[in-house]
């Protein structure tokens, strides 16, 4: 009797294998991609277009082993995030007002994940709004560059294998990235403590219209970026600068929709921030950026376009 298994069950074997494979690397996937993108509509996107380009190819029956699955999946990850950032650009030219990324949130005092260790400094959480904010200012591979490195550890001969380039270029568009980068924002990383305060006092302040208190609390030249989306309420089409004028901005706009909002404190990109509901249903999420070494706020981030706040609640 043959000992060779029906071709269905080889099929079958190999799908599994392949999408067992795949959810291990889900994460990574997730987190890198959308690091590049700043939505996470898109990257579930680029993530099914990865998964299927690796079944075709892993869960084929009779496919060669691939030897490195990792570098496989981040490659194909990676490249198809380049090519969805065209379509994004284009969407962004018709974009109402600022734009700012998807707010990712996980809870306020989640847990571990299984696993963390050795590797957690790839899989972490994403990188914070004011930062994803500045990448937006790079080109896409600049940024592609920089997410890999800076972010995830890769070495530039990795990032050079990934993209298609040559070290030289890759350790050219690195340099770049970094500078830009850090010529707007400066590494640091705030008391969580501290954060959490200040969020806490701002968050009452913008709902109940405290002025006096929203003056105490703003940095001299403090910026809002309020994201509607033409959709929603939101401080115009331009981010507003400046203590007074961003007060007055968040004074008004309290007096009218401030009434009747519940907040709730979440862990949003990585930090403390507010989510503001009406009626039970997410109305806006409210991040701030501190001055470093300080309890001022230098960026408010006031995310209030419903279709980015589909998952939240």
């Known amino acids: 009797m043959s000992d060779i298994p029906p071709a269905g069950s080889a099929r079958e074997t190999a799908a599994d294998e392949a999408t067992k494979v795949f959810v291990d690397h889900r994460e990574l996937l997730?987190?890198?991609?959308?690091?590049?993108?700043?939505?996470?509509?898109?990257?579930?996107?680029?993530?099914?277009?990865?998964w299927l380009a690796w079944t075709s190819r892993a869960g084929a029956p009779g496919a060669e082993p691939i030897a490195a699955p990792r570098?496989?999946?981040?490659?194909?990850?990676?490249?198809k995030a380049l090519a969805?950032?065209?379509?994004?650009?284009?969407?962004r030219?018709?974009?109402?007002?600022?734009?700012?990324?998807?707010?990712?949130?996980?809870?306020?005092?989640?847990?571990p994940a299984p696993g963390d260790g050795a590797e957690a400094a790839e899989r972490t959480e994403s990188v914070s709004m004011a930062l994803l904010v500045v990448l937006e200012t790079l080109t896409p591979l600049e940024r592609a560059v920089f997410v890999l490195h800076e972010l995830f550890g890769y070495a530039h001969t990795e990032t050079a294998d990934?993209?298609?380039?040559?070290?030289?270029a890759v350790r050219q568009l690195a340099h770049r990235a970094r500078e830009h980068v850090h010529a707007r924002r400066p590494r640091y990383r705030?008391?969580?403590r501290l954060r959490q305060q200040v969020t806490e006092r701002f968050a009452a302040a913008v709902s109940g219209g405290d002025l006096?208190?929203?003056?105490?609390?703003?940095?001299?030249?403090?910026?809002?970026?309020?994201?509607?989306?033409?959709?929603?309420?939101?401080?115009?089409?331009?981010p507003v600068h400046g203590?007074?004028?961003?007060?007055?901005?968040?004074?008004?706009?309290?007096g009218r929709t401030g009434r009747g909002l519940d907040i709730r404190y979440e862990r949003i990109n990585g930090g403390p921030s507010a989510v503001l509901f009406r009626a039970g249903s997410p109305f806006a999420v409210l991040v701030v950026d501190l001055v470093p070494n300080s309890a001022q706020v230098q960026g408010i981030y006031f995310v209030t376009n419903p279709d980015k706040l589909s998952r939240v609640g």
């Open 30 to 50: 997730f987190s890198i991609v959308y690091d590049m993108l700043g939505s996470v509509a898109d990257t579930e996107d680029v993530l099914q277009e990865t």
């Open 93 to 111: 030219e018709t974009y109402i007002g600022p734009w700012l990324p998807e707010p990712l949130i996980t809870p306020l005092a989640a847990p």
């Open 212 to 238: 006096q208190t929203l003056l105490e609390l703003l940095a001299p030249d403090v910026t809002l970026w309020a994201d509607g989306g033409g959709k929603a309420t939101a401080a115009g089409r331009r």
């Open 84 to 91: 969805r950032q065209a379509v994004i650009s284009r969407r």
């Open 162 to 168: 990934i993209l298609g380039r040559t070290p030289a």
């Open 243 to 254: 203590r007074d004028k961003v007060a007055r901005v968040l004074s008004a706009g309290a």
């Open 71 to 79: 570098a496989y999946l981040v490659r194909i990850a990676v490249n």
């Open 190 to 192: 705030a008391d969580p």
